[in-house]
């Protein structure tokens, strides 16, 4: 079993800037990939970011590229999301996900293959 923790959400107005964590415990000396969703109310569960194990390969959603930047250190079995330029759309609980199956160097992008998901941060940004 891996357990997922998010922190970092919070309130922000609009332009400003959050960086959410990912700590990643127990089972983790598998190499996985790791995630970044996220759900408004009333939308559906929408893919923002992920990042290889090694290599530092990512991919964004283009409603996030350019402003949110997806990070990690395997040492501290952490991810990272850095979200700057914020606007008010990005109003969401944003969630961290593993997948455990991914392998050194590649990224996931569909939320089917995650194995394991965080309980979530709620992020809110002010216009």
């Known amino acids: 079993q891996v357990q997922l923790v998010e922190s970092g959400g919070g309130l922000v107005q609009a332009g400003g800037s959050l960086n959410l964590s990912c700590a990643a415990s127990?089972?983790?000396?598998?190499?996985?990939?790791m995630g970044w969703f996220r759900q408004a109310p009333g939308k559906e569960h929408e893919f923002v970011a992920t990042?290889?194990?090694?290599?530092?390969?990512?991919y964004y959603a283009d409603s996030v590229k350019g402003r949110f930047t997806i990070s990690r250190d395997n040492a501290k079995n952490t991810a990272y999301l850095q979200m700057d330029s914020l606007k008010p759309e990005d109003t969401a609980v944003y969630y961290c996900?593993?997948?455990?199956?991914?392998?050194?160097?590649?990224?996931?992008?569909?939320?089917?293959?995650?194995?394991?998901w965080g309980q979530g941060t709620q992020v809110t940004v002010s216009s």
């Open positions: 996900a593993a997948d455990m199956n991914s392998g050194s160097y590649s990224y996931t992008v569909e939320a089917g293959k995650y194995d394991y």
């Open positions: 127990g089972r983790t000396s598998s190499k996985y990939a």
């Open positions: 990042i290889s194990w090694i290599g530092g390969r990512t």
